[in-house]
């Protein structure tokens, strides 16, 4: 199943993707689900109602996917947890060793910028980079699971484009909470896919980031060196993991950064992340603060 949170009658809703279109679920099941997390965590059971309720599309229950404004698919997860430096070329581009342990750091719900809005640069730097990365959605409390288990906590997948500036992220030697977390910097969406319609643990797929068209990163993530039963194990080892919160997974080379010479994303870009099989996010790029 494909879900996504639009805003109509200026409220967030479910929206449940289907080939008539998206179908409104507070129209079309009023005592339904009122969130995509809900949904998520109520596993097969609530998502097979969902599924059975969206059969037959009521009237005024569909929106045509053009003119839906999109919302970041969980507008305010509780966690945000980023992986560093996940893809081993990518390391070698930006100079730096290839892990032993996943490079953890936060986002919060301030950076998160929706399909097809704005993505924010700022005036505090020049340095403004891309990163394609699968986002894995958590679907139900988790404490201390097995790598042999990791994936029964999973819900589904996500697109996110981890928008960094570059030289706030190297202030002091490597704050990357900084450069991560300028306001609207971090691109989600559109949708969030179910595990049953994607590879175990989100892999094999084919990711790739283009910038005005001109494909700038393109890899799979089964090359990630942590997979995601091992993100999901070890981060439960430190902490609750609850349903909607979000692991960011790392990117692969091919970052602005990286080049020579070095490409950085200006106001007037538009910025594409596409993951095979979840869909494309879309964020022009606009001046901010």
Not at 42 to 65: I, N, R, T
Not at 67 to 89: F, V
Request: glycine share 10%; charged share 25%.
């Amino acid at each position: 199943m494909r879900l996504c949170t639009i805003q109509r009658d200026g409220k967030a809703v479910v929206g449940v993707k289907t080939d008539a279109g998206i179908i409104d679920l507070s129209k079309q099941m009023p005592r339904g689900p009122k969130s995509v997390v809900e949904i998520l965590a109520g596993g097969k059971a609530v998502q097979d109602a969902v599924k059975k309720a969206c059969a037959k599309p009521k009237a005024g229950a569909v929106v045509k996917e053009k003119q839906a404004k999109y919302l970041p698919p969980i507008p305010n997860p509780g966690k945000i947890l980023c992986i560093g430096l996940n893809y081993r070329k990518h390391a070698e581009e930006t100079n730096n060793p290839i892990p032993g342990y996943p490079i953890v750091f936060c986002r919060f719900n301030n950076t998160l910028a929706a399909h097809n809005a704005p993505m924010l640069s700022t005036t505090h730097s020049e340095q403004y980079d891309w990163e394609a990365e699968l986002a894995v959605i958590i679907g139900k409390r988790t404490r201390n699971i097995p790598k042999e288990k990791a994936l029964s906590a999973v819900a589904g997948y996500s697109v996110f484009n981890d928008g960094s500036v570059r030289d706030w992220q190297r202030k002091s030697g490597g704050q990357f909470t900084l450069g991560k977390n300028f306001d609207g910097s971090g691109g989600f969406g559109p949708d969030i896919v179910t595990s049953d319609e994607l590879p175990k643990g989100g892999a094999p797929l084919r990711i790739m980031c283009r910038l005005n068209g001109e494909t700038m990163q393109d890899s799979n993530t089964e090359d990630m060196i942590f997979d995601t039963v091992t993100l999901v194990s070890e981060l439960s080892k430190v902490m609750t993991l609850e349903p909607g919160d979000v692991i960011i997974t790392g990117t692969p080379s091919g970052v602005g950064a990286g080049r020579n010479p070095q490409v950085w994303m200006k106001p007037g870009d538009v910025c594409e992340v596409e993951i095979e099989k979840i869909g494309v996010l879309r964020n022009p790029i606009k001046a901010g603060k």
